[in-house]
């Protein structure tokens, strides 16, 4: 085993059911949803789907092995009408996978919605997969049709069409009233080719057939999961896999620490205004009604803000 120490509050950590052809993931967020979320002013209900999603960005990317982004991106008509989730890593489980998020809602279409959940919030759109394998590499991108579906249905259809793999997914995220901390967590299963080894006898059809009863032993566990179980601080990850599959055994894998970031910086927000005519910056100096004078930018991501005179960009 390695000898990094992960805090296992805020990782992704794969495993295998022992004697099974199944493979997982589990993943746990803390301190690092709630950093993201912290500087975001978003109702409950949009802020527990953006923690949703990002569960599911580190599920997907975790299995990244290069250094690369994942990125899930929907566009749709329900009130969260954008959201963007944005996972960097470097290849290595040695250090964390990073990850950012960004969210556009319409504030009358969600106080108009009844029921509130995923599919609702959501609407009808689509969501982008996009997966960059740096510079030399061309990027993979999968689209699923969004048609009030919520994310857990969306990341089956993407498993089923881009990797052809059964895959079982949940995700959860709740906010703590009492530690006044969001937390969230996920579980995904998926079916692999059951091995000879132990049934070195077995001909291909008794292989695929011990695959199937495999899958749905596992899928059955799964769904006895409920969600704040997948989240509960009493049962850590590997407390919740031993629970689920004990019968079987399950070996977990070395976990990677996962942490928030945001990429933005003065450079990035001065280039970004120097698209603009300096007649359009000192309009929008002007017209700044928080400050007069100034261009302010608050970045989508973290909401850091900076902010520029328009005689900065006239040297
Ligand atoms: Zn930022």
């Known amino acids: 085993m390695s000898e990094i120490s992960v ?60 250094k690369g982004r994942l990125i899930i991106q929907t566009t749709t008509d329900g009130p969260l009408n954008m959201l963007v989730v944005d996972y960097h890593t470097d290849g290595s489980f040695g250090n964390a996978g990073k990850f950012r998020a960004s969210a556009r809602f319409d504030a009358v279409k969600l106080s108009e919605l009844e029921d509130i959940n995923d599919a609702a919030l959501l609407g009808a759109g689509q969501m982008i997969i996009t997966i960059d394998q740096g510079d030399d590499m061309q990027n993979y991108q999968g689209i699923v049709a969004l048609d009030n579906i919520d994310l857990e249905a969306a990341a089956r259809l993407y498993f089923g069409n881009s990797e052809q793999m059964l895959t079982e997914v949940r995700l959860s995220a709740e906010y703590d009233v009492e530690e006044k901390l969001w ?20 001909n291909e059809d008794e292989l695929k057939e011990l695959q199937l009863a495999d899958w749905e ?43 928030a970031f945001c990429q933005c910086s003065p450079e990035r927000i001065e280039n970004m205004l120097s698209q603009f005519s300096q007649e359009e910056r000192v309009e929008m100096a002007k017209d700044n009604p928080k400050k007069p004078g100034y261009i302010q930018v608050a970045c989508d991501f973290c909401g850091r803000e900076y902010e520029f005179t328009a005689e900065h960009f006239s040297q």
Request: charged share 25%.
């Open 183 to 202: 937390n969230a967590g996920g579980l995904m299963i998926q079916s692999i080719a059951a091995e000879g080894g132990s049934n070195a006898d077995m």
């Open 217 to 259: 032993n596992a899928r059955a566990l799964m769904k006895t999961v409920k969600d704040f179980e997948l989240m509960n601080p009493k049962t850590d990850s590997q407390g919740l896999l031993f629970q689920l599959f004990h019968e079987k055994g399950v070996r977990c894998y070395v976990p990677q620490a996962l942490e």
């Open 7 to 66: 805090n296992l509050d805020d990782a992704v950590i794969p495993f295998r059911i022992e004697d099974a052809a199944v493979r997982g993931e589990i993943v746990r967020l803390k301190s690092s949803i709630h950093e993201v979320l912290k500087d975001h002013d978003y109702p409950e209900p949009i802020a527990r789907a953006v923690a949703k999603t990002v569960v599911l960005t580190a599920l997907l990317g975790s299995s990244i092995k290069f």
